[in-house]
């Protein structure tokens, strides 16, 4: 089942822990947002493969933007 | 001292311009390309750019500021809080370049900078420190068994090199400690290269509760009383008051004294606030001390009449400050402040920046003051500290004080973004608050009663 992971508020992308092809199960931390000085943590709902990344470090993101597709 | 640059934005910068203003002084505000229309550009005499939004590329470089100064013709430089406000090399800097540093002298901020250090000095002047042991390498546990029965259960084994709870296990019984120092010492050997742990008491159903001091770098100092700030989330505080409710008077007593013993030991210069841990027995801890003015201190101008930025101000500019003794600063009654942030609590606090399309005050008086450095019309950008206001209620009592910030809370219209109103409102409205049982895991304790989604 893929899995869209949207930004879920607007920030700054502070760290990418994942690339492409790696494979993720529930509750692994793809990302992590700064947003007003606060680590937002990004995980992924259900297992997968990381199909595609929309971001990489320093990124401005708004809120609600595609981030990360999961297969 | 004519012309004072303020090293901040938001509402401790349009904070500090009011107190300068008030002594007749002139002001110089600083800005990033996010805050060019902000209040503190706008409130200040003058105001000069110093770059890109993100901190590190403006508000942090120390050199930007003091060239901003010196295009100015600013001759003192108040730092406000966070930022470079306790940055020993800024305030070297600062005074090299022949400005005056409204604030700590550089020696100072680093020695409480340093938390062993500074842990060492308030233990020196007889402030209490929460019982801790030596360090305990890997394979090397000789004596551990003792140092815990001195330390006292429960225990936090702590990693050495860890922090930000990153390391930290609770040990409640002596049969577990081995194990739990050993898997602590693979954990801090992997995760910081570091195996050392030692050993603190855990003090349970803590208070966070902090002292106002004030010093005037000749050795002496002045105390101004407590503030309870145990309201917190993400470890950040929320609702702030002072009297702590339900301190007993031999405790804040010998809080406030172990406060100035360490403020005299240190010749400290300024606005400081040591801050404790405290017991349900009443036993306090010394913490930290923070080198510079506090986010929190209206609620301490407001209880006692004094205005601690004007305090600082007038210090550095050479003033006679004799008649600021002990004996002539007198709390009067009750203030409470809450913190309003943008951000949401039924999302575990996520910060939630955007437009302040509303933004209508309560009436202001003499007993309700707010702090923002936002107009109706502003944006709330990410890249800064989601907190947009602080307001604070003052009374004659706690009820009273309770009383005013709840009709202010619902006269303050905020939209356009999420932010903790509700959550603040139920804070404060909370049988737990009203009883003054705060503690820092308050929050996560009445979860159920502050939370209430679609609300």
């Known amino acids: 089942m893929a899995e869209q992971v949207m930004t879920q508020a607007p920030g700054n992308v502070w760290k990418v822990l994942v690339k492409e092809g790696d494979q993720v199960k529930a509750g692994d931390v793809l990302f992590i947002l700064e947003v007003m000085k606060t680590e937002v943590p990004h995980a992924a709902e259900g297992a997968g493969k990381v199909?595609?990344?929309?971001?990489?470090?320093?990124?401005?993101?708004?809120?609600?933007?595609?981030?990360?597709?999961?297969? | 001292?004519?012309?004072?640059?303020?090293?901040?934005r938001g509402e401790i910068a349009c904070r500090v311009i009011r107190s300068c203003r008030a002594l007749g002084l002139k002001t110089v505000a600083v800005y990033s390309e996010a805050d060019a229309t902000s209040l503190h550009v706008a409130s200040a005499d003058e105001a000069v750019a110093i770059g890109p939004p993100a901190a590190k590329d403006s508000y942090l470089v120390a050199a930007k500021i003091i060239a901003a100064a010196r295009s100015t013709g600013a001759d003192a430089i108040h730092p406000g809080y966070g930022f470079l406000s306790e940055?020993?090399?800024?305030?070297?800097?600062?005074?090299?370049?022949?400005?005056?540093?409204?604030?700590?002298?550089?020696?100072?901020?680093?020695?409480?900078?340093?938390?062993?250090?500074?842990?060492?000095?308030?233990h020196g002047a007889g402030v209490p420190i929460v019982p801790g042991s030596n360090r305990f390498g890997p394979g090397a546990l000789d004596g551990l068994e003792d140092a815990a029965k001195s330390v006292g259960f429960p225990l936090l084994v702590k990693a050495s090199a860890g922090g930000g709870g990153i390391g930290m296990k609770r040990v409640d019984k002596l049969e577990d400690l081995r194990a739990t120092v050993e898997s602590t010492q693979t954990?801090?050997?992997?995760?910081?290269g570091d195996g050392a742990v030692y050993l603190e008491r855990l003090v349970l159903q803590p208070r966070h509760i902090e002292i106002q001091v004030f010093g005037f770098g000749d050795g002496r100092a002045v105390h101004v009383y407590e503030r309870e700030c145990s309201i917190q989330r993400r470890f950040q505080k929320v609702v702030e008051e002072s009297p702590a409710p339900g301190l007993p008077d031999a405790v804040r007593r010998a809080m406030g004294d172990a406060a100035v013993a360490l403020a005299q030991q240190e010749r400290y210069r300024g606005a400081g606030t040591i801050e404790f841990i405290v017991d349900p027995a009443g036993n306090f801890f010394f913490l930290e001390m923070n080198t510079r003015i506090q986010v929190e201190h209206p609620v301490t101008e407001m209880n006692t009449g004094l205005d601690l930025v004007g305090l600082q101000i007038r210090l550095e500019r050479g003033d006679d400050l004799s008649a600021v003794t002990q004996e002539s600063i007198k709390p009067r009654g009750h203030a409470i402040e809450c913190r309003l942030y943008a951000e949401n609590p039924d999302?575990?606090?996520?910060?939630?920046?955007?437009?302040?399309?509303?933004?209508?005050?309560?009436?202001?008086?003499?007993?309700?003051?707010?702090?923002?450095?936002?107009?109706?019309?502003?944006?709330?950008t990410f890249y800064y500290d989601?907190?947009?206001?602080k307001l604070v209620a003052h009374g004659p009592d706690r009820n009273a004080a309770i009383a005013r910030m709840l009709g202010a809370l619902d006269a303050f219209k905020v939209e356009g973004i999420t932010t903790n109103l509700a959550f603040l409102r139920r804070v404060i409205d909370h049988p737990a608050f009203r009883a003054g049982q705060t503690h820092t895991g308050f929050v996560d304790l009445h979860k159920a009663d502050l939370m209430k989604a679609g609300a």
């Open chain 1, 51 to 71: 199909a595609k990344l929309h971001v990489k470090e320093e990124d401005a993101v708004d809120v609600g933007q595609l981030a990360v597709e999961i297969a």
């Open chain 2, 1 to 8: 001292m004519k012309k004072v640059l303020i090293a901040n």
């Open chain 2, 87 to 122: 940055n020993e090399d800024f305030a070297t800097e600062v005074l090299e370049a022949g400005l005056k540093w409204i604030g700590p002298g550089p020696r100072t901020i680093a020695d409480m900078g340093d938390k062993e250090r500074a842990r060492r000095l308030a």
């Open chain 2, 187 to 192: 954990l801090a050997t992997k995760a910081f």
């Open chain 2, 347 to 380: 999302k575990n606090f996520m910060p939630s920046p955007g437009p302040l399309t509303v933004f209508a005050l309560p009436p202001l008086g003499a007993d309700l003051r707010l702090d923002t450095g936002f107009r109706q019309g502003d944006k709330v």
């Open chain 2, 386 to 389: 989601p907190m947009i206001a």
